[in-house]
């Protein structure tokens, strides 16, 4: 137990602790974000869509929206993701809020793919405020180091867009 989760109006100016052995070597919390190795996360996200990932020593984050919350046949809250849990598995107790700082207490939430499957011990602590269009992140076992946006397995990419059609269309010269 911890002390924003005894009091959690302190989430506005003391973050949610880290378990250091589960995310990548320097990564740091804050009350709206989490920086891995100097990156920020919600910067991240700038440059990329969700789901987005980064990987650095072989442990990554993810980064994934809410689309749906509910609740399930049993009564627990369950939250929709924009993540297709067959092709990643995070560390699912780990998984925390960014983009705001939430001072509602936590509970246990199951957690779904986008075709509505729930993994079986996909469940994890969050906000009882959470909505739809949050932000969570979550570490995970990576492979490969960088900043990359997921392809093949993922749902609801977007295709990159052609940065020098959309130059010579607005009538600018590309390089």
Do not use: K
């Amino acid at each position: 137990m911890t002390l924003t989760s005894i009091v959690p109006s302190l989430r506005r100016s003391i973050p949610d602790p880290l378990t250091p052995s589960s995310w990548p070597p320097a990564t740091t919390a804050t009350t709206t974000d989490v920086v891995v190795s100097g990156v920020s996360i919600l910067r991240l996200l700038e440059v990329s869509a969700t789901p987005a990932v980064h990987v650095v020593d072989d442990i990554g984050v993810v980064v994934v929206r809410v689309i749906d919350v509910g609740r399930d046949a049993s009564g627990t809250t369950s939250v929709t993701l924009d993540l297709d849990l067959a092709t990643l598995t995070p560390h699912w107790r780990e998984l925390r809020l960014i983009g705001r700082a939430s001072t509602a207490r936590a509970a246990m939430v199951s957690i779904r793919s986008l075709d509505g499957n729930a993994a079986t011990d996909a469940a994890g602590s969050l906000p009882r405020d959470l909505r739809v269009g949050d932000l969570l992140v979550a570490p995970f076992a990576g492979t490969t180091p960088g900043s990359v946006r997921p392809t093949s397995g993922w749902q609801r990419n977007l295709p990159t867009p052609d940065l020098t059609r959309n130059a010579e269309a607005a009538g600018q010269r590309s390089l």
